[in-house]
Structures are given as structure tokens and as C-alpha cells.
């Protein structure tokens, strides 16, 4: 019994919680193997290839916190993270195909987009927190938004802008952005040659001067929420400009893109006004880093079906989850050309591996023929097997 | 002008039905009143080779006495005259509709007169018809006793004498069986399981179509002492020698011999066998549903897949009777539905899928579904609202005052 | 047929008077009369017989099995029990009642009947039609050939019921179709014709229904169609100068050329389009993409156009 325990703290990490099937006695070998067969230990995602599919591997608390303290992963998924007491993804197709095309770009080319597309609930965001992951270990500068939607939908404040007629600023949201942005890339800023290109004016008495830190550019704005927004956009252009002169590699990752081109959204003028996306001064700023015509970079981009499920009252026929139709005339000529990739539903294996998965985590008791149950309950989407499982 | 007589009996009692007699059932000896007419018409006249106490009778014949032979003789005549009138017209019918009038059955019939009166009233028993006098009139009884009031029956009078007699064959048939087993223990011989009484999928006839067929009422405590005594029956070992008896108060069960007619599968162009059932409803959902197999567990319906239907009820529904016959992951399922919502589609396609196993699936499994209740038809609608309350069921609040 | 016994009462009454006075007693024609205060039982006045409607038995008693059908009914007629030979039954009774019989029925008089179209009857009007119907000609033995000889197709219908009319106001709806094919437009006229019909064009079997019924007459409606026909064809040939500033906004195709795609792709290359690589498939693609709509098979051509335009990997399945 002793040397159990001395073996269990010999291999698993302090973090990661104990499995409660070593503790018993008669464990059987067997149900040890196919119960490890759907993880991997392959930790770094620039290595993950077709043989890690539907497998699952650990997000080291370390990245976590540097990556996702702001947003990023889902809501649903944040609780399992507390429940499980680790973040583990599953390896996926998509993921693991931008990863390949990641690796094999030409970064002295245009900068390419990559849309990811799916029905509600197949894991979009997770596919990209994957791909940021990646970004991480590859040390790109990360731009990251992690929901659009909380720009449109839940801004918490909105003002006049004052350097543009007739714009919306979004201050808090900005200010917080910038700060999503420096706990992202705190490593790469203390880089000194990641510097400003020119002088700007904020007002008559604040300045900041030129070949002054990036830093201190994001921490000028975090502290005065009211030049947030600019702040925004001119670092979208400095990044640009950074990035052409080959100082640092970008990776520009947006979540709910479509959002941008959405004509309702939450955001009102003092008259009550809706406000398009167009005048807000935000929009500006990522629609810039979305084009192509700077390089050392790359651009992923997902479009949701939610963003417009929620504007809209009734479910409209021709609802799809196709990009063409949810970016629009003007986000797909903005974007084009790009390449799509599909975020498919589960396939068998898949479903198998995260059912054992939560079998071995205890949050799913097992019974004979659950797995084929389950998925023809949820019909292959993820979310609604996670949402089914809850009462298992 | 009925007078009342010692025997309390009902007028319609009296009368004698003539087609009755001409079934051949051997065990209830009605005689017609034509045929004791031959000895009793001539009443008024002489009747040299009557016997004396007849010569007496027939001067002491009270009015009550004729009354009743007479009504027996019209009702005789009428039932006589509306049959005649029956096969005429049923010849002028096929003539109109340039028929063969020796070949026309009461189906033709049907159709001709659909065709002549089309009715669209919703109740089919309003509409016209056109159906030979037996089954018009209600059955009646033949005369239960002659003209001196000696009753034919010899159970005449339990009141009930049809009914009893059956009763009465039950305990003969008990009592001859049981003289058999005797003989057959003494010779040391068993009964023959090959010939064992099999009376599964079939039910005793339910009170009313025993009442139809002894033309008498049965209460029920008498309804179930027959139900004792034909169970004691078909209980005894050696209960395959009266099999023919017990067998004519066995009706089948609906349910079962639709049950085992399983729908014959297609072959498509891809080589599966498949089974559409038409018109597969519930409530007000109507679809067909399409089983092929060999197949995946792959489910299409109306185009998408099971995410056409949102809730976990749904899409559990659906699941159910491949889940019981364990054709999961077996067959394909395609299902395309108009109107109603999604529990009433759910439950029609459920109902299809069940329907359409039946042919891929064997007895056992068969009849577990149709135990388990997915072989049968949901008859349950919405329920109108109805004038004065505030639902179907639902009264307006009630105020004191 | 007429019944000649029909006279018999009425010989009879006049038979009865006759006799009743020539039984009457012979008076003298004197000046007065003689006064009858009190009435004197003389020759009793003959009782005036009120004449018995005759009750006959019903015709139907005198019908032959074998008989013409079409000239006991030649027109349609409410029920009639004493002239129909069938026993029919109708009404709805309680338990154990007989349904009422065809005498003094009102329900079976309520019913539309069809008696006087049986088919026998609906045979000899055919037959005596056809004398007026020509034979179908026998070159129009393919539909392809009449599809090419006789392109319009006009539909409408006629009722019938159950009494003696045949107006119906649903029979003034005329009916047009025809396959679009067969107008030979050029492709401007098409696109005109095809906004101005809308959604009475269907694409998948390449026809036009047009369906008139706002006149009263189905002859006015007729002419209102092929007026409509004529005018559409006439429309969609005119050129109006407001067509020249049709816009890339109001094009019912996309066509990559003039659109942005196009140059997204110049800038990104620096090079005119014609000279990079793989760029007719992406074209193709993008074409396909915009006009057939979205499904996996347009996206997933899509996506390997521009992975071949790009230079990026193959998808990894």
C-alpha cells in the first residue's frame, strides 16, 4: 500500500487529482489501459498530429493562467475545468489541421485567414483555444478576442468618441481588452524591440513618444479608459507594422467574427439609437488586422450561429451556420479569400474516447450500452451530450 | 291489446325468428312456429288425424293464445316479405349498375349505394344503406311453447333457456370427460400433448356478443359463471375432444393477429430491404416512416437529422423501440412528417418505426413490442372545448354568489 | 304506361249520381211545391261519397328486374321512394332499432342522389358523344412531340351535381402553362421575365403556371391569360434605358469578374489575376460558392481552391 502511494506521487503532477481507482485494491489492468487510451501525454500542440486524434491532452495550469484568465474558454466548459480539477481538451481534426498549415506557411506572404464554421455547439472555441495554445508555445504575439459578442451585446459602457464624428467608444470594454491582451503576451512585451513607430497626441498635455515600449502604450490605455479604444487601434497598426518589419509573428484570433457585421447590436447612442458595428471605433481596429495585406501573421476566425439566434425573435428558415450566409456581403468580401474549415460533429471515436473520459472522472456512471444511447440522443453534437450527461 | 298471461314474458319474446333455425347449430332446439303451424293452422278447421287433447285445445284456445300465434305468423310473413323485397331490389341494383345480378355481394352492394347516395356525414352508421333484413331487425325468439302452453325448451322455465342450455353443454361435456379420463387411466394412457387445446391469442366472446347470440339478456354475474364453467372446461386434460365447443365461444384477439401480419420488405435500388409505413399519426402529426436495413443507426428526418427535434423527449421517443428490439445500430431510419408538433411527430415516428420492425424483427421480440405497447395505435387527440366550461374539462370558477 | 284504371272512381261517381236519380222519386211538376216543414222522410238524398283519393300500390311493385334504368330516372330528381326499387335504409336509431325505411324519409330526400347518372346511363352518353370527338392524331405519339408542337397547356374544369344545373363558380378558373424554354429568350430577356413572373416560375421543371380567374366568364378568363402571356413576352424584350445602371448589387448571378474577390486576390499576389496560379479553380470555386448556395460540397471545393491558391497543406484526413 505504501509503495502505491510513493508511485502515485512519483507520477502525476500535484495539480491533477488523484484517481480514485489506484486507491482500490483490486484494480483491473485492463480497464487501466482502455481508460488511458483516449489521453495523450503529448502536451505541446505543435507536435499533435493525425495519430493524437480524439485523444485528450492537458493544458498546464501555468498556460492557463496566462492564456485564459480573461475569457477564452467557454462557460460550460470552465465548469468542468473546476468539477475535473484539470483542462483537458480533446484533439480535434480542425484544430489539428490549422496547426498543420500554421506550421507550413510561408510568413513572408500575405497574412492567411482561416474561418472556423459549425453548428451551435460542435466546439468551435475550443478548436481555437487549441490553435491558441499552440500560438503560446510558438511564441506569437496573441491578439485574442475572446467573445465579440461582449463588445456588441454587453458592453458596459458607451460614449462619443472624441478623435472620430459620430463613433461609439466602448471604454471598459476596451480598457479590459487591453489587459486580456498584456496578460497574454506578458513574456513577448518584455521584448524591447517591440516598439512604437510614431508620436501620438492624446490631449494637449499627454503624449507618447515614439520608440517608447508597446507596454507602456496598453498601459497608458488601461489606465485612462478614455483613450481605451484608440489606444486599440493604433496598437493594431503598430502590431502591423511590427509585424512587417519581421520583429514579431502574429497570430490574430477572434471569436464570434460575424459579429462585426451583424447591423443589430446592443450598443445605443445617448439618443437610444442602435448602433451599427461600422461606428463603433473597435470594429476598426480588429477589421484592420483581419486583412491581408501584412505578413509574419495569421488570422482565425470563427463564425457562430448564436450571435444571430439572439438578435432575432422567432428561428428564422433560412438560418445556417454556413460562413457566407452569417458574415455577409461585406465580412466575406472583407475576409475572402480565406479557407473554411468545418468543425464537424462527433464521429463515433470521438464520442467513445470523451465518454470514457467522463467515466474515468467519475462524472458519468457507467451501464451497458450507454455509449450508443448517448449517441444517438445527442446525435453527434457535443454540447448536447454534455448537457445530457449532466444527470448521469 | 297485449294481456298479460301468468308468465310475465316481454311481447318480443314470443315471435320467431326464421333464419335462426336455419343455422346449424344443433345445441338450442327452437321450433318455428311454421313448422308446428302445420299442425295448428288448421284450427278452424278439421282436423281428422288430430289427437283428442288437441281437438280440446283448439276450442279452448284463449285470445291471448292466438294473439301470440298470429303475431308470430305476421312477423314470420314480414321477415318473409322484406327478404323477398331484399333480393329484388338487390337485382334492380345490380340491373342499374349494369352488373351481373347473380354475382353481387353485399360488398358491390355497398359500393353501389356509396356511389348512388354519396353522403358525406361524418358517422358512417347514418349514412344510407342497403343491408338484408337480418341484420335491420333485431334478432327475436321463436315460439317457446305451443298452442297448450307446453313449452318446446325443457329449460323454458329458468326464463333464460338459451343461455342455460349452454351451461347445461358445459356440464354435460365435464361429466362425459371426465368418464373418459376414467377409461383412459384405467388403460394407462396420457393425454396426447401434440393435441393440447391451445387457446392463447383468443378470449371467451364478450357479454354482448353473447347476449346477441342467445337472443337473451345476461346479467353479469351469470357472464362470469359461464366464463367459470367454459374456463373449468378447457382446463380438463382431455379438453381437445370439445374443442370445436370451446372454440365457438373464443373470439381472436385484434390486436395479435394484426400483430403477426408483419409488412412484406422491398428490395431498393441499393440492394436493403426496406418497409415504409403510410400515414403514421399522432395526434394531429402525419408522416411516413421508412425502416432500411442492413443499416448504420443513421436517422434522417425531413432532411436533418435527429437535431430536427430539440427536446431529450423527442429524440427519446424515437429511440425507444430500437433501443427494446435492439435494432440500434442495425437500420436506417428515414421519416418525413407534416403538421403537428414535435411530441405528436415524435410519437408517429416511434409508432412507424415500431410498425416497420415487425418485419425484421422475430415473434419473441414481436410480442414483447406489442406487450410493451409500442404496436399500438395512440387514439388520444385534444379534447374540444365545450360551450359553457372554460376548457374540455375545466369549469368556470364557481361563485357562491 | 298510363294506368287506366285511374278513371275507375270517377266512372263510378257519375255512375252513383245516375243512379240516384234515376231512383228518385217521380215528383209532379205542379206550380207549387208542396210545403215540407217538417222534414218528411221522402227518398233519402244520395250521401255524397267523398271521393277516395285511390292509395296504389307503388310503382315500383310493376318494375321489370331487367328494365332501362335511364328511363325510369332520365334527370336528376330529389328521392323519390315509390319510383326507386331499392330497399335502402338511412337515419341513425338507438340500440337495438330498426333504421328507418325509404318511405317518408327526409334524409334520404336531403342526400344529392346520383340516380340518374349510373353507369350504364353515363356509358350511352358517351357513346352518343362521341360522334363529336375526333381520333387523337396519330403523329403526337411522344411527349416530346407535343411538348414541341402544342407548348401551351390550358386547363379548366367543369361541374356536375346532383341537380339539374351545371353552373359552378369554380369552373371560370382558367389555368396556363408552358415550359420557358419554348419563348426563346436571350438571356437579359430571361432575367426581365423571370423578376417579372416571380414565384410563379418553377426552376426545376422549367415551367410557367399562370392562373386566371378574376372575370366571371371562363372565356374572358381565357383571353385575360394569353393577353398576360402575350404582354410579359413583349416586356421582357424591350430594353429601357434605366437598364444600363443595373448594379452589381442587382445581379441575380455573381460573376467574379467584376467583383471583389477578384481584386482581393490581385493585391495579395501583386500580379493581374490571369497569372496566378490555380486561379481558374478558385474562380470556379468562388462562382459556385456565391450562386449554388451554401452546402458542404460548394465549401469544401471552396476550401481546396484556396489551399491550392495559397500553397497550403492538403486537409489531413
Known sequence: MLKATAYLFLKHSTHRAIPTRYLTAAAELQQDERLQSFRTQEADPSKHSKDHLAQFYTIPLSDRNVLFQHGGLPKTFQQHIKTFNETCLMVREPAVDIINCLKSIDYDKPAVRFVLYGKNGTGKSISLAHVLHYAFKNKFLIVHVPWVGDFMRHCKDSSNSETREGFIDLNINAAAWLLHFRTQNAELLKNPDLKISRDIQWTKRESTAKDSSILELIEHGINRMRFASDCVNILAEEIKLLSNAGICKTLVAIDGFNEFFYPTTKVYTEKKEIVHPNKITLTEGFLNLTKFDWKNAAVIVTVDEMTVKVHEEGTDPSMSHFPRFLLGKHGFEHLDPFLPVNVPLFSKKEHESIMDYFRERRWVRPYPGQDEELYFLSGGNPFTLLDYCKSL | ?401 | MINLSKRLPFRGIEKQLTVAYSSAPKEQHDEFKALNLYKVKGAETPRRIPRKTPVFAPRTTQMAVDQDWGSVWPGPRSFHPASVPLPVRQGFTEKGAPIPDKYANAELMKIPNFLHLTPPVIKRQCEALKKFCTPWPAALDSAEKIQQHFPLEITSSDYCHSSPSIRDPMARIVTLRFKLSSLHLESRAKDKFLRLVGDKYVKDTDTVTIVTDRCPLRKQNLDYAMYLLTALYHESKKVEPWEELKSEADMETYIWENNASKQAVEKIFSVAAEQVPNIEQYSQAVTDYMNEGENDYTISKYGLSVRDLLNLPQPIN
Open chain 2, 1 to 401: 291489446m297485449m294481456r298479460k298471461i301468468g308468465i310475465a314474458f316481454r311481447p318480443h319474446n314470443l315471435l320467431n325468428i326464421q333464419n335462426w333455425l336455419l343455422s346449424s347449430r344443433k345445441i338450442l332446439e327452437i321450433r318455428t312456429l311454421s313448422a308446428q303451424a302445420s299442425s295448428t293452422t288448421e284450427i278452424g278447421s278439421i282436423d281428422t288425424g288430430a289427437p283428442v287433447e288437441n281437438g280440446d285445445s283448439k276450442k279452448n284456445l284463449s285470445k291471448a293464445m292466438k294473439a301470440y300465434l298470429d303475431r308470430a305468423r305476421e312477423h314470420d310473413e314480414f321477415m318473409n316479405a322484406q327478404r323477398v323485397e331484399f333480393e329484388i331490389g338487390k337485382r334492380h341494383l345490380a340491373n342499374m349498375m349494369g352488373e351481373n345480378p347473380e354475382t353481387f355481394t353485399q360488398a358491390d352492394i355497398d359500393n353501389a349505394i356509396e356511389y348512388l347516395f354519396p353522403s358525406g356525414l361524418y358517422q358512417k352508421h347514418a349514412r344510407p344503406i342497403m343491408k338484408p333484413p337480418e341484420e335491420v331487425f333485431p334478432q327475436r325468439k321463436a315460439a317457446e311453447f305451443d298452442e297448450t302452453g307446453r313449452p318446446y325448451h325443457f329449460l323454458f322455465y329458468t326464463g333464460r333457456s338459451n343461455f342455460y342450455q349452454v351451461l347445461y353443454d358445459v356440464v354435460e361435456h365435464i361429466n362425459e370427460m371426465y368418464k373418459f379420463e376414467d377409461s383412459m387411466t384405467r388403460k394407462n394412457l396420457q393425454p396426447d400433448p401434440m393435441l393440447k387445446l391451445n387457446l392463447s391469442g383468443t378470449e371467451w366472446i364478450a357479454k354482448s356478443a353473447l347476449e346477441f347470440r342467445v337472443v337473451e339478456t345476461v346479467s353479469d354475474r351469470e357472464y362470469n359463471t359461464f366464463v367459470t364453467a367454459m374456463d373449468r372446461l378447457s382446463n380438463m386434460p382431455f379438453a381437445y375432444k370439445v374443442k370445436d365447443f370451446i372454440m365457438e365461444y373464443r373470439v381472436s384477439l385484434m390486436n395479435q393477429s394484426e400483430t403477426y401480419d408483419a409488412i412484406k420488405p422491398q428490395i431498393r435500388e441499393d440492394g436493403r430491404e426496406s418497409v415504409t409505413v403510410y400515414e403514421c399519426r399522432r395526434k394531429r402529426a402525419i408522416g411516413n416512416v421508412t425502416v432500411i436495413s442492413p443499416g448504420t443507426g443513421k436517422i434522417t428526418i425531413n432532411g436533418q437529422g435527429i437535431s430536427y427535434f430539440e427536446g431529450i423527449q423527442e429524440r427519446e421517443q424515437i429511440l425507444f423501440p430500437l433501443i427494446f428490439s435492439n435494432m440500434q445500430n442495425k437500420v436506417d431510419i428515414e421519416a418525413e412528417m407534416q403538421n403537428g408538433g414535435p411530441s405528436g411527430q415524435a410519437g408517429a415516428i416511434r409508432y412507424g418505426i415500431s410498425w416497420a420492425l415487425r418485419s425484421f424483427v422475430d415473434q419473441e421480440t414481436m410480442e414483447s413490442m406489442r406487450l410493451a405497447g409500442l404496436l399500438t395505435f395512440d387514439i388520444r387527440v385534444r379534447e374540444r372545448k365545450k360551450p359553457g366550461q372554460a376548457g374540455a374539462r375545466r369549469k368556470f370558477t364557481w361563485k357562491k354568489r
